[in-house]
T-cell receptor
Protein backbone atom coordinates (compact mmCIF):
# COMPACT_ATOMS: atom_id res chain seq x y z
CA UNK A 1 0.00 0.00 0.00
CA UNK A 2 0.89 3.67 -0.05
CA UNK A 3 2.56 5.47 2.81
CA UNK A 4 4.25 8.75 3.65
CA UNK A 5 6.94 9.21 6.28
CA UNK A 6 7.85 12.60 7.68
CA UNK A 7 10.48 13.69 10.14
CA UNK A 8 9.29 13.97 13.71
CA UNK A 9 8.68 17.37 15.18
CA UNK A 10 8.51 19.83 16.61
CA UNK A 11 11.10 21.71 14.62
CA UNK A 12 12.12 24.91 16.37
CA UNK A 13 14.01 27.56 14.42
CA UNK A 14 14.95 31.17 14.79
CA UNK A 15 13.58 33.70 12.34
CA UNK A 16 15.53 33.79 9.04
CA UNK A 17 16.93 30.28 9.55
CA UNK A 18 16.93 27.67 6.78
CA UNK A 19 14.19 25.06 6.91
CA UNK A 20 14.18 21.46 5.74
CA UNK A 21 11.40 19.01 6.51
CA UNK A 22 12.10 15.54 5.18
CA UNK A 23 9.45 13.45 3.47
CA UNK A 24 9.73 10.05 1.83
CA UNK A 25 7.00 7.97 0.28
CA UNK A 26 6.00 4.53 -0.88
CA UNK A 27 3.54 4.20 -3.73
CA UNK A 28 2.44 1.46 -6.10
CA UNK A 29 1.74 3.63 -9.14
CA UNK A 30 2.72 7.10 -10.31
CA UNK A 31 1.94 9.39 -7.41
CA UNK A 32 1.38 13.11 -7.27
CA UNK A 33 3.01 14.71 -4.24
CA UNK A 34 1.77 17.55 -2.06
CA UNK A 35 2.66 19.67 0.92
CA UNK A 36 -0.25 21.00 2.95
CA UNK A 37 -0.04 23.48 5.82
CA UNK A 38 -2.38 23.72 8.81
CA UNK A 39 -2.46 26.84 10.93
CA UNK A 40 -3.90 26.58 14.45
CA UNK A 41 -7.65 26.03 14.44
CA UNK A 42 -7.89 25.96 10.67
CA UNK A 43 -8.28 23.47 7.86
CA UNK A 44 -5.52 22.38 5.54
CA UNK A 45 -4.25 24.59 2.75
CA UNK A 46 -2.28 23.38 -0.22
CA UNK A 47 1.21 24.83 -0.08
CA UNK A 48 2.71 23.26 -3.20
CA UNK A 49 2.55 20.19 -5.39
CA UNK A 50 4.45 18.19 -8.01
CA UNK A 51 2.88 15.69 -10.36
CA UNK A 52 5.84 13.92 -11.95
CA UNK A 53 9.48 13.09 -11.34
CA UNK A 54 11.91 16.03 -11.24
CA UNK A 55 9.08 18.58 -11.00
CA UNK A 56 9.68 21.35 -8.50
CA UNK A 57 6.75 22.81 -6.64
CA UNK A 58 7.12 26.28 -5.14
CA UNK A 59 4.99 28.80 -3.30
CA UNK A 60 5.58 31.60 -0.76
CA UNK A 61 9.31 30.90 -0.68
CA UNK A 62 8.84 27.18 -0.02
CA UNK A 63 10.15 24.60 -2.50
CA UNK A 64 10.10 20.83 -2.89
CA UNK A 65 11.45 18.63 -5.70
CA UNK A 66 9.91 15.29 -6.66
CA UNK A 67 12.81 12.82 -6.51
CA UNK A 68 11.77 9.45 -7.87
CA UNK A 69 15.19 7.85 -7.38
CA UNK A 70 15.10 8.53 -3.65
CA UNK A 71 11.28 8.53 -3.32
CA UNK A 72 11.51 11.87 -1.55
CA UNK A 73 9.80 15.25 -1.55
CA UNK A 74 11.62 17.35 1.04
CA UNK A 75 10.26 20.78 1.89
CA UNK A 76 12.71 23.70 2.06
CA UNK A 77 12.65 27.42 2.70
CA UNK A 78 15.65 29.68 2.75
CA UNK A 79 14.50 32.10 5.46
CA UNK A 80 11.59 31.30 7.75
CA UNK A 81 9.36 33.83 9.43
CA UNK A 82 7.35 33.69 12.64
CA UNK A 83 4.22 33.56 10.48
CA UNK A 84 5.40 30.21 9.05
CA UNK A 85 4.73 28.54 12.40
CA UNK A 86 2.23 25.77 11.62
CA UNK A 87 1.94 22.03 11.05
CA UNK A 88 3.15 20.80 7.66
CA UNK A 89 1.83 17.61 6.06
CA UNK A 90 3.38 15.71 3.20
CA UNK A 91 0.84 13.75 1.18
CA UNK A 92 0.31 11.81 -2.03
CA UNK A 93 -2.36 10.61 -4.37
CA UNK A 94 -1.72 7.57 -6.50
CA UNK A 95 -2.79 6.32 -9.89
CA UNK A 96 -6.50 5.61 -9.88
CA UNK A 97 -7.08 6.81 -6.34
CA UNK A 98 -7.91 10.44 -5.70
CA UNK A 99 -7.82 10.30 -1.91
CA UNK A 100 -4.79 11.74 -0.11
CA UNK A 101 -2.47 9.61 1.99
CA UNK A 102 -0.89 11.83 4.62
CA UNK A 103 2.27 11.76 6.64
CA UNK A 104 2.04 12.29 10.37
CA UNK A 105 2.71 16.03 10.14
CA UNK A 106 5.63 18.13 11.37
CA UNK A 107 5.07 21.06 13.69
CA UNK A 108 7.28 24.07 12.95
CA UNK A 109 7.83 26.74 15.57
CA UNK A 110 9.69 29.87 14.51
CA UNK A 111 10.96 32.13 17.26
CA UNK A 112 11.62 35.84 16.77
CA UNK B 1 -16.02 31.46 -4.05
CA UNK B 2 -17.04 30.62 -0.50
CA UNK B 3 -14.86 27.54 -0.30
CA UNK B 4 -15.88 24.28 1.33
CA UNK B 5 -18.43 24.89 4.06
CA UNK B 6 -18.82 22.61 7.06
CA UNK B 7 -21.30 22.69 9.90
CA UNK B 8 -21.34 22.71 12.79
CA UNK B 9 -17.83 23.94 13.60
CA UNK B 10 -18.01 22.44 17.08
CA UNK B 11 -20.19 19.66 18.43
CA UNK B 12 -20.31 18.33 21.96
CA UNK B 13 -22.55 15.35 22.59
CA UNK B 14 -23.00 12.49 24.98
CA UNK B 15 -22.15 8.90 24.29
CA UNK B 16 -24.95 7.10 22.50
CA UNK B 17 -26.35 10.16 20.77
CA UNK B 18 -26.61 10.54 17.00
CA UNK B 19 -24.30 13.08 15.39
CA UNK B 20 -24.66 14.51 11.88
CA UNK B 21 -21.91 16.50 10.23
CA UNK B 22 -22.61 18.49 7.08
CA UNK B 23 -20.56 19.62 4.12
CA UNK B 24 -21.15 21.83 1.11
CA UNK B 25 -18.39 21.39 -1.50
CA UNK B 26 -17.14 24.04 -3.88
CA UNK B 27 -19.57 24.52 -6.74
CA UNK B 28 -18.57 22.52 -9.81
CA UNK B 29 -16.36 20.08 -7.96
CA UNK B 30 -17.15 16.44 -8.64
CA UNK B 31 -15.13 14.78 -5.87
CA UNK B 32 -15.92 15.01 -2.16
CA UNK B 33 -13.82 13.55 0.64
CA UNK B 34 -14.32 13.01 4.37
CA UNK B 35 -11.18 12.82 6.54
CA UNK B 36 -10.72 12.44 10.27
CA UNK B 37 -7.84 13.88 12.30
CA UNK B 38 -6.82 12.52 15.70
CA UNK B 39 -3.65 12.74 17.73
CA UNK B 40 -3.21 8.98 17.67
CA UNK B 41 -3.93 8.23 14.02
CA UNK B 42 -3.25 11.55 12.28
CA UNK B 43 -5.21 12.36 9.14
CA UNK B 44 -7.04 9.45 7.59
CA UNK B 45 -9.58 9.06 4.82
CA UNK B 46 -13.03 7.89 5.79
CA UNK B 47 -14.83 7.90 2.44
CA UNK B 48 -14.90 9.71 -0.87
CA UNK B 49 -17.49 10.31 -3.57
CA UNK B 50 -17.30 10.98 -7.29
CA UNK B 51 -20.39 12.50 -8.90
CA UNK B 52 -22.34 11.72 -5.70
CA UNK B 53 -21.43 8.02 -5.82
CA UNK B 54 -19.28 6.50 -3.04
CA UNK B 55 -16.01 5.26 -4.54
CA UNK B 56 -13.99 4.17 -1.53
CA UNK B 57 -15.43 3.70 1.94
CA UNK B 58 -12.66 1.44 3.24
CA UNK B 59 -11.78 3.99 5.90
CA UNK B 60 -15.20 4.05 7.51
CA UNK B 61 -14.53 2.60 10.97
CA UNK B 62 -17.63 0.49 11.43
CA UNK B 63 -21.35 0.30 10.91
CA UNK B 64 -21.92 3.18 13.28
CA UNK B 65 -20.62 5.50 10.58
CA UNK B 66 -22.54 6.33 7.42
CA UNK B 67 -22.13 8.97 4.72
CA UNK B 68 -24.44 10.20 2.02
CA UNK B 69 -24.30 12.60 -0.87
CA UNK B 70 -27.85 13.17 -2.09
CA UNK B 71 -26.79 15.84 -4.58
CA UNK B 72 -23.72 17.63 -5.88
CA UNK B 73 -23.89 20.39 -3.28
CA UNK B 74 -24.41 18.52 -0.03
CA UNK B 75 -23.02 15.62 1.96
CA UNK B 76 -23.55 14.28 5.46
CA UNK B 77 -21.50 12.09 7.77
CA UNK B 78 -23.55 10.45 10.48
CA UNK B 79 -22.42 8.62 13.59
CA UNK B 80 -25.00 6.57 15.43
CA UNK B 81 -24.50 5.80 18.24
CA UNK B 82 -21.52 8.01 19.04
CA UNK B 83 -18.72 6.88 21.35
CA UNK B 84 -15.93 8.81 23.13
CA UNK B 85 -13.33 7.34 20.75
CA UNK B 86 -15.08 9.16 17.88
CA UNK B 87 -13.86 12.47 19.29
CA UNK B 88 -11.79 14.06 16.53
CA UNK B 89 -11.74 16.82 13.95
CA UNK B 90 -13.63 15.83 10.82
CA UNK B 91 -12.66 17.51 7.57
CA UNK B 92 -14.53 17.67 4.32
CA UNK B 93 -12.63 18.41 1.10
CA UNK B 94 -13.56 18.71 -2.55
CA UNK B 95 -11.77 18.69 -5.87
CA UNK B 96 -12.66 19.16 -9.50
CA UNK B 97 -11.61 17.08 -12.47
CA UNK B 98 -12.10 19.78 -15.02
CA UNK B 99 -10.40 22.68 -13.29
CA UNK B 100 -6.87 23.92 -13.79
CA UNK B 101 -6.12 22.81 -10.24
CA UNK B 102 -6.85 19.20 -11.14
CA UNK B 103 -6.18 16.81 -8.27
CA UNK B 104 -5.90 19.63 -5.74
CA UNK B 105 -8.18 19.16 -2.77
CA UNK B 106 -9.70 22.15 -1.01
CA UNK B 107 -10.45 21.62 2.66
CA UNK B 108 -13.17 23.00 4.85
CA UNK B 109 -12.43 24.39 8.33
CA UNK B 110 -13.41 21.13 10.00
CA UNK B 111 -15.89 20.06 12.67
CA UNK B 112 -14.44 19.43 16.11
CA UNK B 113 -16.47 16.63 17.68
CA UNK B 114 -16.31 15.82 21.37
CA UNK B 115 -18.21 12.81 22.66
CA UNK B 116 -18.49 12.73 26.44
Amino acid sequence: GNSVTQMEGPVTLSEEAFLTINCTYTATGYPSLFWYVQYPGEGLQLLLKATKADDKGSNKGFEATYRKETTSFHLEKGSVQVSDSAVYFCALTDTGRRALTFGSGTRLQVQP
Amino acid sequence: DAGVIQSPRHEVTEMGQEVTLRCKPISGHDYLFWYRQTMMRGLELLIYFNNNVPIDDSGMPEDRFSAKMPNASFSTLKIQPSEPRDSAVYFCASSGTASSSYNEQFFGPGTRLTVL
